[in-house]
């Protein structure tokens, strides 16, 4: 890790765009311990077992028809930067193209480099698991190869800090980001659904607008993943991990001052709630009609609920 050579790389950023994106990857990479991925033929096959017990528990447990996604890679996080300046690069591109020329476009590229390269530095550094449906990519949806990740060195950071067991630990992510490929899988147009709310939103912000109701409904679908996906953990683990969850949920909560500084501005007290708010009406659901009854959810976009039916689920019940 070499914090001088960061800050160097990034304000040195060149080129003719608002972010240098070549130095956002070395910025982040360089002030971020790699990690290592010396992974003994019993770890790789824990991850590979864990993966598959995944995939056959929650297709029976969610009554829900899926396969896992071809590319399933056990990174280190340098790895995980990489991929995830892909994910940047897309959704900035057309903020990027329209956007009116800077009044001063070397601070501006300097000061945008800066705050991505510290975005994903500190994500690289605390991501676990991620199911990654490439959304904005060039292909249609349906003929995308999703991806699902995990970041080993973070994995055995966060279980040794929380004192666990790990491949104990490296089964609950695994469960965890497969129950994301259970949702996607098993509603192909949960993608497409995704990417129009996130296009509207970004085409109304390169006009100088706010779509609010575009990012709303963006926030009550992702509210809905991450609910379900905590639901499918409950039952498949019923008791069994509850004091892994406790620790996990606080974990979600803690870190020094600058991590929850970095944690607030990034947006990740929003991601806990909607994993909060998505679970109370899941289980609200599940209790009411059973796991199959909230799989309805994913059998076509109709069925999301909506911003008022996520707090009111008798409402959603009705309804569907």
């Keep these: ?140 949806p349906a003929d995308r190869d999703h991806a699902l990740y995990f970041v080993h060195p973070n994995i055995v950071d966060v279980a040794d800090s929380l004192d666990v067991d790990r491949p104990r630990f490296r089964r609950w992510i695994a469960f965890h980001e497969v129950s994301h490929a259970a949702e996607f899988g098993s509603a192909p147009w949960l993608s497409d659904h995704l990417e129009t709310k996130l296009e509207r939103g970004i085409d109304a912000l390169v006009s100088g607008d706010l779509d609010r109701e575009a990012f709303r409904e963006l926030d009550t679908a992702m509210t809905a993943v991450e609910g379900y996906a905590e639901l499918l953990m409950d039952r498949a683990f019923d008791d069994d991990y509850a004091d892994l969850r ?36 899941f289980r609200a659901v599940a209790d009411a009609r059973g796991l199959e009854g909230a799989s309805a959810v994913w059998e076509r976009p109709e069925n999301l609920p909506t911003e008022t039916e996520l707090d009111h689920p008798d409402r959603w019940l009705a309804r569907v």
Excluded: C
């Excluded at 002030?31 to 096959?45: F, I, N, P, V, W």
């Excluded at 605390?126 to 490439?134: A, T």
């Excluded at 991590?259 to 909607?274: C, E, F, N, P």
């Design 246 to 281: 406790a620790k996990l949920d606080a974990r979600r909560q803690g870190g020094g001052p600058v991590a929850r500084l970095a944690r607030r501005l990034l947006g990740l007290g929003l991601k806990r709630r909607q994993y909060e708010r998505g679970a109370a009406f």
């Design 1 to 140: 890790m070499n914090l001088f050579r960061s800050v160097r790389t990034v304000t040195t950023a060149s080129g003719t765009g608002y972010v240098d994106w070549h130095a956002v990857a070395e910025a982040a990479k360089a002030s971020t311990d790699a990690g290592s991925l010396d992974l003994s033929a019993a770890e790789r096959e824990g991850y590979a077992a864990d993966v598959r017990d995944a995939r056959d528990r929650l297709r029976t447990l969610g009554g829900v028809d899926f396969d896992l996604p071809d590319t399933v890679e056990i990174q280190n996080r340098h790895h995980w930067i990489d991929a995830n300046v892909d994910t940047f690069r897309r959704v900035m591109a057309p903020i990027e193209r329209e956007a009116p020329d800077a009044l001063f476009p070397g601070v501006t590229r300097v000061v945008n480099t800066g705050t991505l390269s510290f975005m994903l530095a500190f994500l690289g550094r605390n991501v676990l698991g991620q199911y990654d449906p490439l959304l904005l990519a060039e292909a249609a």
